[in-house]
């Protein structure tokens, strides 16, 4: 009779510490993270996580405590992340943009029992700490005096300090490892959990997509508290790969970064791509070693895209996809005449698009996108009504995420998008997508960033208007417009157009029209007052 029982080797599947302290066990001399002179080999990588491991252990951080991180991109931020996790603790890292009353709202809502800054956030951070959390056990800065202020314990010597055996911390598959705050787009931010399975599930099935292997050389180019950071930073890792931090993001830098470590991988948004390809030393420098970029973070024009295959890597890949989970990727070689697409779901993943009444759409037909796969958020942290709303459940009773966005499907299962759900703009009854009218004005010459916005209207409830970057600022905004409209559908037509230096973004380059109909919403009334 053929046994059926308990396999014959029973060694638990590893979760990601336990990789990454193999990995400095069987790749000690191989480089793992990188940041100016900054260089940890992998030997190191893992000593030093387990020193802060074993040192908030000893501080008496107990199993699943949350350790917040406002820190700014370095080696040490590397080594924090994970020694948190190593430790059993449950690492926050936290948007550094966000306002002072944001992060203490995020520190208060996961409720941490510890803080690591650098020392450019440590001013602010003295200025909360009433507002953030009277409960913070210890305060950690790095980069700082050797003896920093009273309140604070300087992170290098005390880290030096520690044990650094393996702190041998069991975990589990359900088990919290990190929370995400979520972009806060379109609204307040979300803590967004991942276990330590679903968490490697992720960098597993998102490492196959986006081609990391041994040899990846990983340039990390955002802040690494963004989801879009630890996509680079997790699948180089779990590989055994190098990880190179730019401390901030400027396209000369990346380019130099680039040609200096030999990088085979990175992660961007649109907006950095467009600047690598806008700088005047760009054909200067051997980018020859890339072999697969990321875009992702908000939609990649068909036309920029095209730019980057063409002169920067044939080998690009867009992701579309959320914190929360269910991702999409355009692979390379299904990029020729459907560049407008966002591709099809990563291996395992399963996608449906779904009308106003909850049913199935069929190909061609807009609708929100719902997903599942073994990836998705543990939920939302102390929100269940938030993970209601972000619930559908079909007819098998199966949960899906519902990710806010709309989109469509053509014959062959390619994925096109057409705006977030929040966004649409109901205008005397009718449906306008924001995103279809940007698209027609992204193509004048006079437009270098737009975006359109529902305002209150006395006549239609909702109507559009466009918010403009003009590259000539003599541009005409009353021409602008009425070009606009000789091209968009009667229904889509725009009230009027309005130029702003810039449109207000997250670090993630989506931008923020919440913050757009707060500058705008009466604006007819206003014009209408004179």
């Known amino acids: 009779m053929k046994d059926v029982g308990v396999p014959w080797f029973d060694a638990p599947a590893p979760l990601m510490p336990e990789i990454l302290a193999l990995n400095g066990r069987w790749m000690g001399a191989k480089l793992a993270v990188i940041c100016d002179e900054q260089v940890l080999s992998w030997a190191e990588f893992d000593r030093q996580t ?155 099935d998102l490492g196959l997509a986006l081609r990391y292997d041994r040899a990846a050389v990983t340039l990390c180019s955002l802040g690494l508290f963004s989801n879009i950071s630890w996509a680079g930073m997790g699948c180089t890792l779990l590989a055994g790969g190098t990880v190179v931090v730019l401390r901030s993001f400027n396209a000369g830098g990346w380019l130099r970064e680039v040609e200096r470590h030999r990088v085979t991988n990175s992660a961007m948004v649109p907006l950095q791509f467009q600047r690598i390809l806008e ?34 890597n044939p080998q690009l890949v867009e992701l579309y996809g959320l914190t929360e989970g269910v991702i999409t990727t355009l692979e390379p070689e299904d990029a020729k005449g459907r560049l407008a697409s966002v591709g099809k779901p990563l291996i395992g993943t399963d996608m449906l698009i779904l009308d106003d009444a909850d049913r199935p759409c069929p190909p061609g037909v807009a609708g929100e996108i719902v997903g ?43 994925l096109y998008l057409v705006d977030r759900k929040k966004d649409l703009i109901i205008s005397g009854g009718q449906n306008i997508y924001p995103a279809d009218i940007e698209a027609v004005l992204a193509t004048h010459p006079a437009v270098a960033d737009v975006a359109v916005i529902g305002i209150d ?74």
């Open 50 to 204: 387990a020193r802060l491991a074993n040192g908030l252990l000893v501080a008496g951080l107990r199993h699943g405590d949350r350790a917040a991180v406002l820190m700014s991109n370095s080696a040490e931020t590397v080594v924090v992340m994970w020694g948190i996790i190593r430790a059993g603790g449950v690492a926050v890292p936290l948007n550094l943009s966000v306002t002072d009353a944001g992060i203490a709202a995020m520190i208060r809502d996961c409720g941490a029992a510890f803080l690591f800054a650098t020392a450019d956030q440590a001013p602010r951070l003295d200025a909360l700490r009433k507002a953030a959390a009277e409960a913070i056990g210890t305060w950690f800065v790095a980069g700082g005096p050797a003896e920093p202020a009273e309140a604070w314990v300087a992170l290098d010597p005390w880290l030096q300090a520690q044990d650094d055996s393996d702190p041998a911390v069991a975990l589990t598959d359900g088990d919290e490892c990190n929370i995400i705050y979520s972009s806060g787009t379109t609204g307040v931010p979300k803590g967004i959990v991942h276990t330590h399975r679903r968490r490697l599930d992720w960098f597993y």
């Open 279 to 312: 700088h005047p030393d760009f054909d200067e420098h051997d980018l020859s070693s890339i072999e697969c970029l990321m875009c992702c973070g908000s939609p990649l024009s068909a036309e920029l895209k095209g730019e980057v295959m063409r002169r920067l």
């Open 372 to 414: 599942r796969c073994r990836y998705l958020m543990a939920g939302y942290h102390g929100r269940p009504d938030a993970n209601a709303e972000a619930t559908w459940t079909d007819a098998k009773g199966r949960r899906w995420l519902r990710t806010g966005d709309i989109g469509k499907l053509d014959e062959q299962g390619f």
């Open 457 to 530: 209207s006395p006549k239609w409830g909702e109507t559009p208007l466009a918010v403009v970057v003009l590259r000539d600022a003599g541009a005409d905004l009353e021409a602008l417009g009425a070009w606009a409209n000789e091209r968009v559908g009667r229904q889509q037509r725009i009230c009027g157009v309005v130029a702003e230096p810039e449109l207000p973004r997250n670090p993630n380059g989506k931008i923020l029209k919440r913050e757009l109909r707060g500058r705008y919403m009466d604006w007819l009334t206003a014009q209408a007052a004179g």
